[in-house]
C-alpha cells in the first residue's frame, strides 16, 4: 500500500544540537510530502510539505527535501530549541476516489530538547 | 485562517454508552475526515466524506459510524463505546480538488476515555 515509514522516539537532544528525522515513503507514483507537528496537548499542525521531487519544504527553521531516489524525506533542523519539543508526523498524500485527498501517516517521533 | 473545531476536548464516557463526537469547519471545504491517534500507530483514518450526505470507510472504521448532513459538519458516531476505543480523535478538512499542493487542516483533537 502507500505507506511512511519514519524513525521511532523518543529522540533526546541537547539544546543547539543538530536534528535528522529519517521518512521513508513507498515508491507509488510521486505524492506530495508533508511534516506535521504536534505539540504537547495540540492538534496537528503542518509544519511543512513539498509536492515534487528535489522541492525542498522549509518553516521555523526546519527544512526536507524530497529526494526520488531514495523515496525519502528526512526532516532536519540545524539548531533545535526547547521549545521545538513535540512529535513529528511525516505523511503523504493518497487520492479519494472521489476526488480530494487523503493523509497517510508515519507513526510519530517524538523529540524532546533539553537545556 | 482555516478553523476546524471540536467541540469536545474531554470526554468521559462509559462502556455500551452511545457517543458523538462534533466538528465544524468553516472554509466551505467539501473533504473531511475522522482520523484517531494511539501512541505507537501514528494516526489512523476511521472515516471520511468528500460531500454532504457522502462518506467513506477509511482504514479502522469498525465500531463507528458518521454523518454529514450539512457541509460544514461532519460527525464521529460510537455506537456502544468499548475500552478499546480510547483514544484521541482528531477531525480535519480540505479542499475537494485533486491537486497535489492541497492542505488538510486539523482540529485540536478530542481525547476520549472510555471506562
Known amino acids: 500500500g502507500n505507506s511512511v515509514t519514519q524513525m521511532e522516539g523518543p529522540v533526546t537532544l541537547s539544546e543547539e544540537a543538530f536534528l535528522t528525522i529519517n521518512c521513508t515513503y513507498t515508491?507509488?507514483?510521486?505524492?506530495?510530502l508533508f511534516w506535521y507537528v504536534q505539540y504537547p496537548g495540540e492538534g496537528l499542525q503542518l509544519l511543512l510539505k513539498?509536492?515534487?521531487?528535489?522541492d525542498k519544504g522549509s518553516n521555523k527553521g526546519f527544512e526536507a527535501t524530497y529526494r526520488k531516489e531514495t523515496t525519502s524525506f528526512h526532516l532536519e533542523k540545524g539548531s533545535v530549541q526547547v521549545s521545538d519539543s513535540a512529535v513529528y508526523f511525516c505523511?503523504?498524500?493518497?487520492?479519494?476516489?472521489?476526488?480530494?485527498?487523503?493523509?497517510?501517516f508515519g507513526t510519530g517521533t517524538q523529540l524532546k530538547v533539553e537545556l | 485562517d482555516v478553523k476546524v473545531t471540536q467541540s469536545s476536548r474531554y470526554l468521559v464516557k462509559r462502556t455500551g454508552e452511545k457517543v458523538f463526537l462534533e466538528c465544524v469547519q468553516d472554509?466551505?471545504?467539501?473533504?473531511m475526515f475522522w482520523y484517531r491517534q494511539d501512541p505507537g500507530l501514528g494516526l489512523r483514518l476511521i472515516y471520511f466524506?468528500?460531500?454532504?450526505?457522502?462518506?467513506e470507510k477509511g482504514d479502522i472504521p469498525e465500531g463507528y459510524s458518521v454523518s454529514r448532513e450539512k457541509k460544514e459538519r461532519f460527525s464521529l458516531i460510537l455506537e456502544s463505546a468499548s475500552t478499546n476505543q480510547t483514544s484521541m480523535y482528531l477531525c480535519?478538512?480540505?479542499?475537494?480538488?485533486?491537486?497535489?499542493?492541497?492542505?488538510?487542516?486539523f482540529g485540536e483533537g478530542s481525547w476520549l476515555t472510555v471506562v
Open positions: 505523511a503523504r498524500l493518497n487520492p479519494l476516489t472521489g476526488g480530494g485527498n487523503k493523509l497517510t
Open positions: 472554509m466551505d471545504h467539501e473533504n
Open positions: 466524506s468528500y460531500d454532504v450526505k457522502m462518506k
Open positions: 513539498a509536492t515534487k521531487a528535489d
Open positions: 515508491a507509488t507514483g510521486y505524492p506530495s
Open positions: 480535519a478538512s480540505s479542499i475537494g480538488t485533486a491537486s497535489s499542493g492541497n492542505t488538510i487542516y
